[in-house]
């Protein structure tokens, strides 16, 4: 440890003065400014709790906030559990063609979220999109099927789990090198079935970086924004079914010029991320006392 | 039947099981690609009859004189998209490296000096990393106005370069890969701070200055939404953005909006599957350790 004097802070400058600026200064704004009903970012008036008021009566909000949970949900019930599953299947001892398996699953995170949902954009065209190609050639689908004017979500989901599902099997393969493999592998001698060697060493071993996984899909998931804004060609979608609460913040604050409402609306997002994180740490330490 | 021998039996069987559930799965993820790369060289009448290479009479049963390299010399021609990756380039490369550099002075500072404030300052570096980002969005955009930088480079790089994430991984790669007894001989060899940083400590960081390079390069050129609401002059867009302003024009021009799309994300692809080692040991560092 080197003593103090004045190298510390210098070395820290860059950072502490940046992030005044640019990140405390924003955030302590963005507070009075939920406070504001603004015209662009040159004119406003306090309207005091308005904004929430409003938001919480805003039909349009309770639609965005509807569609992200929902959204959310599927992450945890559906691409979750498929990231899970593929990083046990490669954790085989001794499997063959694992660094290819990987460096394959793992490249669609590479793609920028922009890019994805322009692909998906194409793939996802009724008569044009590779989608209702394949499928028609498979299984005789039909052609004309309106994946982004009919099943909004179920695309949006489509196209989230192949940019993601090797990402998450990532930190979960980096997960299971906390296995024991004594453990494991004197289980599988006993005659443990797969389902027990899982619940009875698996998945205590990997609860702890699990659960952070999970956290950063979950606040992840409720940042949705860009995909379905450009798969919907910068819109909601028909009926609104692709709203999101960070679109509708967009729209709010950049498409009607009201920075007030849009910062109301991203502290009742952060609230909803602050409180997903409170709850896993909880759920953490339950594991650690139990 | 031994027990060891029955064990072998189903373990081989096993690892065919896991072939058979992964090689399909890996063939579903690098489709998108084939086809992305496929659909770039299509005229957009062949996207109603192919797939993916419009099928006829040349080698392979592909109509290779179908193809067409017409969408790129449109995208560089007229649509000047050239200009667009320098500016990706530039945006990508100046914020990776200053991001990185900071991330790296603060991260040491914190890891290999005792002063007072020491622990506050973690503090603040832990809790700004759990400010979700849409919360800026708006205060952010406002200030941007204020201090005059909206539609500069400036305005989107100065924010983006103290990340309190990255001075959070560097505090733990120093802890972990800088010792502290090597710091203090360099300074009883009457080394200044500045050569001690960069002479001792920044060699012995190395792997986590490649990965946070690469990981900021990545997410600074996937970013859409601060180019988005901080940019409006076209000529100072990043591909990111110009190539969702495409979509918004040529929206039924699949050919052009492919080809726009393959140049975006073919050369990241490329560099970082050639570099993943690294990368994805960053990438998972954070959540392992911390």
């Not at chain 1, 409720?222 to 995909?227: A, K, T």
């Not at chain 2, 300052?121 to 849409?134: D, E």
Request: charged content about 10%; hydrophobic content about 55%; some cysteine.
């Amino acid at each position: 440890m080197g003593s103090a004097g004045a190298a510390p802070w210098v070395l820290l400058a860059p950072f502490l003065v940046l992030s005044v600026v640019f990140t405390a200064w924003p955030l302590a704004r963005s507070a009075t400014l939920s406070l504001e009903q603004t015209f662009g970012p040159g004119a406003s008036r306090w309207v005091g709790l308005e904004n929430y008021r409003h938001l919480l009566s805003d039909p349009l909000f309770w639609k965005a906030a509807g569609n992200t949970c929902l959204y959310v949900c599927t992450t945890l019930v559906v691409q979750l559990p498929l990231s899970l599953g593929c990083a046990l299947l490669l954790n085989r001892p001794g499997l063959r063609g694992r660094a290819v398996y990987r460096l394959v699953f793992f490249s669609p995170a590479l793609v920028g979220v922009v890019f994805v949902a322009m692909m998906f954009g194409v793939i996802f065209e009724k008569r044009t999109g590779l989608l209702n190609q394949a499928l028609h050639a498979a299984v005789g689908w039909d052609l004309e099927f309106a994946w982004l004017q009919g099943w909004v979500m179920t695309s949006l989901v489509i196209a989230t789990l192949w940019q993601y599902m090797g990402y998450n099997m990532i930190y979960f393969l980096a997960a299971l090198q906390n296995v024991p493999k004594d453990l494991s592998e004197a289980a599988e001698i006993d005659g443990a079935g797969a389902a027990r060697r899982f619940a009875a060493v698996v998945w205590p071993a990997i609860r702890p970086v699990g659960g952070f996984v999970v956290l950063l899909s979950v606040i992840g998931s409720f940042q949705l924004f860009e995909l379905p804004w450009i798969l919907l060609n910068a819109g909601a979608g028909p009926d609104g079914r692709g709203l999101t609460i960070v679109m509708y913040l967009y729209q709010q604050g950049f498409e009607a010029g009201d920075l007030g409402y849009a910062s109301a609306i991203g502290w009742v997002l952060a609230l909803v991320l602050v409180g997903c994180a409170a709850l896993q740490r909880r759920l953490a330490r339950e594991e650690v006392t139990a | 039947m031994s027990g060891a021998e029955s064990t072998r039996r189903t373990g081989w069987l096993a690892a065919l099981g896991a072939h058979a559930l992964l090689a399909p799965a890996a063939l579903v993820t690098l489709v998108p690609f084939v086809w992305l790369a496929c659909a770039a060289f299509k005229r957009n009448e062949d996207f109603f009859t192919s797939a993916f290479l419009p099928g006829g009479e040349g080698v392979l049963g592909v109509a290779w004189e179908r193809l067409t390299l017409e969408n790129f010399e449109r995208l560089f021609g007229t649509l000047g998209l050239g200009r667009a990756i320098v500016n990706s380039v530039f945006l990508s490369s100046a914020t990776a490296a200053l991001a990185t550099l900071i991330s790296a002075l603060g991260g040491y500072a914190l890891a290999a000096f005792d002063f007072r404030g020491r622990r506050a300052v973690t503090g603040l570096v832990l809790a700004a990393i759990i400010i979700p980002p849409p919360l800026l969005i708006a205060p952010g955009y406002q200030w941007l106005f204020r201090l005059g930088l909206l539609d500069t480079f400036a305005g989107l790089i100065l924010p983006a370069i103290a990340p309190a994430f990255g001075v959070y991984l560097f505090r733990q790669a120093c802890a972990s890969s800088v010792p502290g007894a090597l710091l203090e001989a360099a300074r009883i060899d009457g080394a200044g701070e500045a050569r001690i940083f960069f002479g001792v400590a920044l060699p012995l960081l190395r792997p986590m200055v490649g990965a946070f390079i690469l990981l900021t390069f990545l997410g600074t050129w996937n970013n859409f939404i601060s180019p988005q609401v901080v940019l409006q002059t076209p000529d100072r867009l990043p591909l990111a953005v110009a190539i969702a302003q495409l979509k918004s024009t040529y929206y039924q021009d699949y050919g052009l909006l492919m080809a726009g799309t393959l140049v975006s994300v073919l050369p990241l692809v490329v560099l970082f599957m050639s570099l993943q080692r690294e990368f994805i040991s960053g990438l998972t560092t954070g959540a392992v350790k911390g």
